[in-house]
Every structure is written in C-alpha cells, then in structure tokens.
C-alpha cells in the first residue's frame, strides 16, 4: 500500500507510462440540452487508466463525476472526444454496441449496490454472468469464486434483505469482477456503508484489483479511497482540476 | 441458471396473486359467457341435431325450428315417392299451454310424430317407454320442466289445451333456446289439442335418405315438387336455427360485448400490474442494461413474466369454470366449453398478456441506464 497519496493531475502513474491504458477518454466534452439551451458539463477531459491502476475521482454534486463516469462506463456517449475501453474505441454513431462494450469490458459497483431483492447472492452473481454469455457450470464455478474472492461463500443463499450493507457491496463487488472485466467502476460504493463495513469494502477493491490486474475508477466523496488510490483526480464544472487537499481520513 | 422472471413474481407474491386473479377473472368470464352461449345455442338446434333425419322440409322462410308455421300434411306423400327417400314423416311442433295444478298456465313447446323411436326422439329417458305414446291422451315432458312446471311424476296428470294428459315418462336433456319445456305427444293429439287451425297440417317433414343415395339429387326434387317449401340438410337447418338468435336477438352482440369486457378487464389487470411492477423494479431493469443487458434480455424477463402469469391465470379460470358448469347444470344452464375454445382461450390468454407486457417493455426500452448511478 503506497504510505503517500498520490495527488498526480496530469502525469499518469509509472504503471501508465508503461503499459497500454486499458481505458482512456481524450478531450471528452459532454453537453444535454435543457429547453433551447445546450448545458456543457464535461469540457474536454482527458484521462487513462492502466490495467492494475486505481484511480478515485474526486468533485463536489454537479461536477460532472456522475457523466464522466457513464460515459466511462459506455453508458452515455461523449458530445465529442474520443473513448477506448480495453482497446475498443467507443463509437458514439453506434449506439447498440455500448452494450457489447459494457458485457464484455466494464463491471459496475454501486452507491445503491442495486442488486436484485429476488435472487440471493450467488443468482446475483450468476445472472449477471448469464447476462454477459455464461450460462451452467461455468456461470456456476465463476459465481462460486467471487463470492469466495469477496469472503462470502457462507452467505451465498442469503437474499439481500437478509445481508448487511457491507455485505451487500461486496456481493455487488462480487459481481462486478465475476466475469473478470478489465475495467471496472464504481459509484460511491463506501457512501452507504459505516467506517468500518467502508475500509473493508476498499481493502477488498485494493486487493482485487491487484490480484486480478483489473482498472478500477472510483467515483467518491470519501476521504478513505485516497488510502488505497494510484491517483486522486479532481473535477470540478465539468474540467478536471488539482484534487481538493487530502483530509483527514475518518 | 437464476430466472429472474420467475423469482420476481415469487418475491412479489401479492402483486402476482393479483395478476393472476385478474387473469382468472377474464378467462372465467370469457369461458362462462362463450360456453352459456353455446349452451343456449346447442338448445337452438338440440333436437335438429339428435332427430336422425338427412333433409327438412319447412315452410318458406321458416326461422328456427321453434318457429314453426303449417303446410298440408299431404305433401308428404310427395316427398316420400321421391327415388332415394327411404322414410318421410310428418313432424308438428307447436306452442301449447299447459295448466299447472297452482292454477298458473304457462307454455310448452310439443314435439308430435307418429313413430317417436323411428326418429331417435327423445334421445334420452329418464322412463315411459316411447310406443305407449300412441295409445291414447299421454305425454313424455322432459325433466328439466319441473323448474317451470314444479315436481312432476309418471303417472300424473296435466291439462294441456283444456285436455288431460298423463304424464309417460319424464326425457332428459330436450331443451329449447326460448326455455319452454319439451314434451313429446302422438302426431294426432297434438294436431287435436292445437285445434283447428293444424287440423290436416304439419309443420316439418323429415326425411331419410336409403345409404348411398345422392342427397344433393333427392332435396333438388323434393324442391321441385314442393315449391312453396324450403328444404335443408340438418346441418343447415341447424345452422339456421342458431342463426336466427344470434341475429334477431341480441344475444350475439351481447355476448360479445361480454367476451370483449372480459378480455379488457383481463388486459388491463395485467397490463397495469405489472405496469406498476416495473416502475417498482425500474432500477433493476437500469442496473441489467447497464450490466450489459438489451432491450431483448428485459423483454424476456417481461414477457416471461406475462406468460407465467397467463399460464396460472388460465389454469385458475379454467378450473373455476369447470367447476362452475355443474352449478350451472343444477339451473338449467348448459355450459359448453369444446377443445377448440379452450385453446383459442389459451392462445388468446397468452396473446393478450404478452400485448399487456408491452406496455411496460415501452417504459423501460426507453430507461437511461444511467439511472442506476442516482442515489
């Protein structure tokens, strides 16, 4: 674990610097429409994220965290700029390819953790998996292997409404990595949790992602992701900016 | 593998429960309408249908069977020497009062011939013995008229047309659409008893054709030599007799109407409930497309659960109808539900739900997906 945070704006970590970007947005700009009026709310960010790299995303509510983060995560297209996800340029003129992009490349972490209240923890896991293309055994042994890689294994047949919150995160992490994506997202995830269920929620995010090589964007209000980020970005009126100062962690 | 569609509908029993009951409600009221509907109808033309005759002569225009209006019963000599007739009679239907030992009349619909077991009619007895008919002023009245008539017994009497008659024996199942019960009387009493105005008069003539001989050939010249009468085949006759009620009635449209509110009721419930299911689940729906799910992996999930719904809910109305149709029996209503209804019921229940589901598919087909990231 690095003792200091790296606060890097610009300068793209060593791991970067040296290897592909698994995921990279150049000159991203994004604007909706409200009324008449074209409402700009990225303006040209750029951003690329190594395989194995944790990078958190920082910026106060409507700073564009939340579009920069679907547009990551092909969920929105950019009004202009370029997106690669696992070396696949994101086509905005193709629009039924986000899917494709989204199954095969992206896994998603939750502020809500949105798992589905009906299944329990290991058929969250295993349709997410079904709907990604595995189906029978495979699905089956992939799922049984997150919910282990997550220390869950003994509340597989647990519906949500019987998990903690901590618990649920880490099935939703469970799922997220369960097809083992290259880059994976997550929204606030530690925002709905208590200080302790949080920095185990983070350990596991640190170990996962350097076991397993994955990316990971994290898009926070919470001063703890520092402790296991690569680098802090900051984002603010849709541009990134230096990250606010580091606070003290809780 | 995990069916999402199923456990939904599992996790939400209630809201299933109430799809389903709305499901059943449609398909029992469809099943009840439809197969009432039949079961009046089969009254239209029962009798058509079990007399064992290939052609009817009626008068010109004659409506239905009930509505019968008198030729001379001498044509039937004519018919009867017509090449490939094998056997020609007179048939007299007519409207009859009775009175009741409360003091009540009310009507009777009387079916007269010479030789009742040569045309298979009464088709079922109860008890009497057909050939007793024709020795002297007896009836056989169908049991189903003890609702109007009140309990009735072999061996008792009734004044029909101011005349006594003994009760033979009681039939089964000879019932007529305008729900005035049958009885079954000698050709002659009944031309007696309708007074003057069917003395020397039929109302039908059936006929039999010898096996193998050309039907289509013997009713051209029965035509010919009886030109101010009509002639069907039974199945015609039949089909006209349904005809006319379902026309002249009412009762067609009526049933329609019926069968359309069902099924829009059962739309309705379906559509709606599971329309507010989505909008309960539309975060779940956000989080399968943004996991990499389309449009087609969510209509799945929809359409499965419309289908499921369907399933069940035609299973439930299915088996409250059926248990309805002794009930009904227990009144005097035939409920009459055959195959092909109940799986053109079937389709259309799955049919329909699907339609139903797609009102919700609209919704989420058109969700961002981007929802998933708001708290």
Redesign the interface.
Known sequence: MPTALPLALAPPSPAVASSRPVLLAERVTKSFRDGREEVPVLSGVDLALAPGEIVALEGPSGSGKTTLLSILGCILTPTSGRVVVDGEEVDPRRPGRLPEIRKRSLGFVFQQYNLFPALSARENVEYALQVKGQRGGRARDAAARSLAAVGLTDRADFLPRDLSGGQKQRVAIARAIAAEPPVLLADEPTANLDTRAGAQVLDLFRDLVRARGSALVIVTHDANVRRIADRVIGIRDGRIVAPPPAENPT | ??N?AL??L???RLRSAMTVAGVAFAVTLVFVQIGLFLGLLDNASVTIDRIDADLWVTSRNTPNVDFAHGFPETLVQRVRSVPGVARADNLLVQFLNVALPTGAEEGMLVYGLEDFARWGLPWKLESGDLEDLRRGDFMILDASAERRYGPFAPGDYREVMGYRLKILGRSLEALSFTTSPIAFIDYRLVQRLAGERMSGRTTYILVRAEPGADLAAIRAEIGARLPHNDVYTAAEWARRSRGYWIASTGIGLNMYITVFLGCLVGVVVVAQTLYTSTMEHL??F?????????NL?IYRILGLQALLAAVVGFAFGGGISAALAPAMASIGLKLIVPTGLTAAVFAGTLLLCLAASFVSFRKVAAI???L??R?
Request: without cysteine; aromatic residues 4%; negative net charge.
């Open positions: 593998m995990p999402l456990r939904n599992l996790h939400d975060k779940e956000g989080t399968v497309k943004a996991i990499g799910g389309s992996d961002d997906p981007a998933v990231f708290a």
